[in-house]
T-cell receptor, first 114, second 111 residues
Framework: AQTVTQSQPEMSVQEAETVTLSCTYDTSESDYYLFWYKQPPSRQMILVIRQEAYKQQNATENRFSVNFQKAAKSFSLKISDSQLGDAAMYFCAYRSGGNYQLIWGAGTKLIIKP | EAQVTQNPRYLITVTGKKLTVTCSQNMNHEYMSWYRQDPGLGLRQIYYSMNVEVTDKGDVPEGYKVSRKEKRNFPLILESPSPNQTSLYFC??????????FGSGTRLTVV
């Protein structure tokens, strides 16, 4: 069975600095998708970034980028120029190419220090 | 506005009293699912549905029921709630499995 591991329960970063959240996953499949979701105190699930496994190029969305290491099964999220509004829980999720179920990590709470 | 509407947002109930959490989407998505979120465990899938009248168990289905009589609605039913079902619940839908739309969550407390 596929698993997703986020080894950092909590991270803190100074405003305007860069922070990297780690995520590793275990799968024997070659076709899959990886996601980072943000959950602010409002509880809403907000997609931050998505990566298709067949794409070698790392996905980027403005200040958010990923380091996708397929062989190492690693999918870390880098947040540049951290802002107070980035404070939230961040979840890494995996989806097999064969079905729509999302497998989630335990989450990382990101604290931004002003 | 494309959305998943989930109700209620908060619910406190007593052990054994049947309850239903409603979920409705207006995007004509075929796939819908329910997750529960617990601290330190992330989200875990309870049930999912690939289309009308087609439902299947996720990873933690015990104590839950669902139905999919119409494409837009996917209610979660707890026939006899117990305290270990105290959790944050999310409904989600998707057209292609690439983009997911989530409801705003239901905080359920069973005393």
């Amino acid at each position: 069975a596929q698993t997703v591991t986020q080894s950092q329960p909590e991270m803190s970063v100074q405003e305007a600095e860069t922070v990297t959240l780690s995520c590793t996953y275990d799968t024997s499949e070659s076709d899959y998708y990886l996601f980072w979701y943000k959950q602010p105190p409002s509880r809403q699930m907000i997609l931050v970034i998505r990566q298709e496994a067949y794409k070698q190029q790392n996905a980027t969305e403005n200040r958010f980028s990923v380091n996708f290491q397929k062989a190492a099964k690693s999918f870390s999220l880098k947040i540049s120029d951290s802002q107070l509004g980035d404070a939230a829980m961040y979840f890494c999720a995996y989806r097999s190419g064969g079905n729509y179920q999302l497998i989630w990590g335990a989450g990382t709470k990101l604290i931004i220090k002003p | 506005e494309a959305q998943v509407t989930q109700n209620p947002r908060y619910l406190i109930t007593v052990t054994g009293k049947k309850l239903t959490v409603t979920c409705s989407q207006n995007m004509n998505h075929e796939y819908m699912s329910w997750y529960r979120q617990d601290p330190g465990l992330g989200l875990r899938q309870i049930y999912y549905s690939m289309n009308v009248e087609v439902t299947d168990k996720g990873d933690v289905p015990e104590g839950y029921k669902v139905s999919r009589k119409e494409k837009r609605n996917f209610p979660l039913i707890l026939e006899s709630p117990s305290p270990n079902q105290t959790s944050l619940y999310f409904c989600a839908s998707s057209l292609s499995g690439v983009h997911y739309t989530f409801g705003s969550g239901t905080r359920l407390t069973v005393v």
